[in-house]
């Protein structure tokens, strides 16, 4: 084996892998370095290879495998240790959820300053595989096969060919061989990210888990697509639960997968889903939680907490189609949701029409403006934003009003760890607890809600 004291890159090294980093990797160290390794779990002891060697750190992959570790479980998917959907299909389940948490209280104490916060067990509900209710693949071609589609290789634009995957909802994935089939036989030309040419780009399935109902999207780079109405009609009389086939244009060169653009083919041009005791309209293209049963239970968990009396008024910052805005809203007095995509809002509207829910109103704009135009002042913020956390307008706007209650939900600890430090800074607010939840069983990803209080009201201050 070669001296750890003066890696490069080539070396072989042994390793013992004691803790997983925030992005799901195996972390190892020898002496003072420390070597990030995937695939790999806290016991494991491994030969690795190292491939990006810096001062005081190196990624690396693993050559043999010495000894397993004993939270180490065989992958319930054969392409587990290729495809990039997953990351933790070899990691025991319970382990998965213990690594969430800790991963969580890492970031509230590094980025957040907090000391011993209050983070409860992660909840999880309904099933670690079959639980995603869309899948968005990509698809290309091979010199042998023809027609693929799949997730990305580790690390890489090399599409794993799937037929079915363990952690999509299994009523998608009759689906997915025939599509393929369906393309290659009708000619159709598929897109290449390299010459920009050919038409289709990613085939994407979304499921109604209470309802069964399935839309299928293909997003192409135009509208000009042979035969396609023949063929969804097919599509349409062939699989019972499928209830539309869509279009959405992309025509850009970006990694982006949904254009601003779709158009129905046939059927309807969204499913039904219960969620929450109502009925939700969700089209093919819009956010959703992609699991629905924890995602709900993590609503349930924002409705105990808030123990709300029917009087409070209540912002949704980033509400999107009104997933939490329109079972809130069913408990307060005035409900607001404020969100950037037009189509998001026009959707949320109709929700609140198709379950009789008056006492709600939808904006659509950037939050941080629209946050500060509001003319009641409420007194709860369910805050919801992309990865990338909130704008520092966002969060200036509410330290200056001062809502005596804030819920801050987020799919990236360390974004919500800078935000709930900025938010919390100069005592305004106190974190009571925070409670993380497993939206996406068998990866590194967590969702985490985290309740604020204003420290005025909190109970002996």
Not at 201 to 228: D, M, P, Q
Not at 305 to 323: F, M, P, R, S, W
Not at 437 to 451: G, L, M, S
Request: net charge positive; charged share 20%; proline share 5%.
């Amino acid at each position: 084996m070669m001296a750890t004291t003066k890696w490069k890159q080539g070396d072989l090294i042994e390793a013992v892998i004691t803790d997983l980093s925030d992005t799901g990797d195996g972390v190892g160290r020898s002496g003072e370095k420390v070597v990030f390794v995937p695939d790999t779990v806290p016991g494991d002891r491994v030969v690795v290879r190292l491939i990006n060697v810096k001062p005081n750190y190196a990624k690396a992959k693993v050559k043999e495998l010495l000894q397993p570790s004993s939270l180490r479980i065989k992958p319930a998917c054969i392409v587990a240790d290729k495809c990039g959907g997953c990351q933790w299909q070899h990691i025991n389940y319970e382990y998965q959820l213990s690594a969430k948490r800790e991963a969580v209280i890492r970031a509230l104490e590094r980025i957040g300053g907090f000391k011993q916060p209050r983070v409860d067990a992660v909840i999880t509900a309904g099933t670690p595989y079959n639980y995603r209710n869309k899948a968005t693949y990509p698809v290309g071609k091979s010199p042998t096969v023809g027609v693929i589609a799949g997730y990305y290789q580790k690390s890489s634009h090399q599409i794993v060919n799937l037929n079915q995957c363990p952690v999509q909802d299994s009523r998608l994935n009759p689906f997915l061989a025939q599509i393929k089939k369906d393309i290659q036989l009708l000619g159709w030309q598929i897109y290449n990210e390299h010459t920009h040419s050919g038409t289709i780009r990613h085939l994407s399935l979304r499921i109604g888990r209470r309802s069964g109902e399935i839309l299928l999207t293909l997003i192409v780079k135009h509208f000009n697509i042979a035969g396609i109405e023949q063929k969804a009609q097919e599509w349409l009389d062939h699989y019972p639960q499928l209830v539309g086939v869509m279009l959405n244009r992309n025509g850009d060169r970006t990694n982006t997968i949904f254009g601003r653009e779709t158009r129905l083919v046939v059927g309807t041009p969204y499913l039904e889903e219960e969620f929450a005791c109502l009925k939700f309209q969700i089209r093919g293209e819009t956010f959703f939680q992609v699991n629905t049963e924890t995602a709900e239970a993590l609503l349930y968990e924002i409705q105990s907490e808030l123990n709300l009396q029917g009087k409070e008024i209540l912002v949704d910052a980033y509400c999107g189609i009104g997933t939490l805005t329109l079972p809130l809203a069913k408990q307060v007095h005035l409900a607001i949701g404020l969100e950037i995509q037009e189509s998001a809002v026009s959707q949320a509207k109709i929700n609140a029409q198709y379950n009789h829910i008056n006492n709600v109103t939808f904006h659509s704009g950037k939050v941080e403006e629209l946050l500060s135009r509001i003319s009641y002042k409420p007194d709860i913020v369910i805050l919801d934003p992309p990865r990338k956390g909130c704008q520092p307008s966002v969060i200036e706007t509410l330290r200056k009003g001062k809502p005596a209650r804030i819920v801050y939900v987020s799919c990236k600890a360390a974004t919500l760890a800078r935000d709930l430090q900025q938010l919390c800074q100069d005592g305004l607010y106190t974190l009571s607890r925070v409670q993380p939840a497993d939206f996406f069983p068998q990866t590194a990803h967590v969702e985490v809600a985290a309740f604020l209080v204003r420290s005025d009201l909190v109970k002996g201050t």
